[in-house]
């Protein structure tokens, strides 16, 4: 398919995992994708893999600086930006009574700050037409042990994409979450490690962890005009853990 020939593409924490994915799939369905993310090492061996149509841009989304650098490089090599996945993302464990100001001010940092400040620097970029898709997580609706600054900061990201599809009325732009279960990623296996991710993927409908590539192929849906009528929504893609 090539429902996204022409189009350009923002993926942050685009070097791995999720990000990876819906990177790859937009690049197999026509489109050219800019990697942002922090480390320089990842940037560059997804580059490698994705080919000619990814360009990477070090920075966090947590620096203004970072952002406005990589806005100002899509506005002078394309003049305009189609697709925008806000997906970096932190995430680690600590039960209540543990949580500390650093841990929490991470993880809100990253995942809403970030998330704001990537959607809001790049809107000048988009047009009628254009896609927002925004990482929550099947936390943001479930209660998880340890885990409960990280769900909130999903929780928050749902009630931004509805806020927002709000605030964009009349634009054109759409704006929707795209909620992953467990999925085999580095981040995820960091924070829960092997033993955990694959006891957590038992508990699915299906049985099994997912796969980036899986969350890739919805993400590419919601990028395309195949979901245009769809916004302020959210899409689970989870193997039915939060559904049932």
Known sequence: MNRLKGKTAVVTGGGSGIGFGA???F??????VYLFGRRQEPLDAAVAQLGSNAQ???????DMADLDRLYERVKADCGRLDILFANAGAGAL????????????HIFDINVKGTIF????????????????????????????AFSIYSATKAA??????????????????????????????????????????TIGATTVLGRMGDASETGGVAAFLASSDSSFMTGGEV???GGLAQV
């Open 56 to 62: 990477a841009v070090r920075g966090s989304v947590t």
């Open 118 to 145: 990537t959607v809001q620097k790049a809107l000048p970029l988009m047009t009628e037409g254009a896609s927002i898709i925004l990482t929550g997580s099947s936390t943001g609706v479930m209660g998880t042990p």
């Open 27 to 32: 690049i197999d369905e026509g489109a050219f």
């Open 157 to 198: 990201i749902r009630n931004l994409a509805r806020s927002w599809a709000l605030d964009l009325r009349g634009t054109g732009i759409r704006v929707n979450v795209l909620s992953p279960g467990p999925i085999k990623t580095e981040l995820a296996l960091e924070v829960l490690g092997e033993e955990g991710m694959g």
């Open 236 to 238: 689970f893609v989870d």
């Open 94 to 105: 600590a039960p209540l009574g543990e949580i500390t100001p650093e841990h929490y001010d």
């Open 23 to 25: 990177a790859k799939r």
